[in-house]
């Protein structure tokens, strides 16, 4: 069965800021207008992030959970935390703990995850406070 690309320290970032952010990262299309940046270029993309002169703002934290056991539950509870985050105007996305998990013979995946803002940036949300990106 193939792994998943998703795991703890996973980094997700909206397409237009990737671009912003990293002349180098060769991500990969996850969902809708969200791209996986591999591990080995994520610290680069985070440290250019807190670099930039713009200001960042964490959010609360994101969960979601997928049922199953098949090689794309990682997959489905990540989407789910995507959708969450777009929907909340985030732009980016850093994966802080995946488990499996078994309650009355029903295995699913539960995702915890980190997101922050970047005031002018793709979701225009206003200046917030300024602090340590989500994915420090």
């Not at 690309?5 to 909206?14: Q, S």
């Amino acid at each position: 069965m193939p792994r998943s690309l998703v795991n703890h320290g996973t980094l997700f970032i909206r397409h237009g800021l990737l671009q912003e952010l990293s002349s180098m990262a060769p991500a990969t299309e996850f969902l809708d207008s969200w791209w996986l940046v591999p591990d080995d270029l994520a610290a680069g993309v985070k440290r250019r992030a807190k670099e930039s002169s713009r200001s960042l703002s964490l959010g609360t934290p994101i969960e979601a959970d997928a049922f199953g056991c098949d090689s794309k539950v990682v997959d489905r509870a990540a989407s789910r935390v995507l959708e969450k985050a777009r929907d909340q105007a985030f732009d980016l996305v850093e994966i802080m703990e995946v488990e499996r998990r078994e309650e009355s013979g029903v295995e699913y995946v539960s995702i915890l995850a980190r997101a922050a803002r970047i005031s002018g940036g793709l979701s225009g949300a206003p200046d917030g406070e300024r602090s340590g990106l989500c994915c420090a």
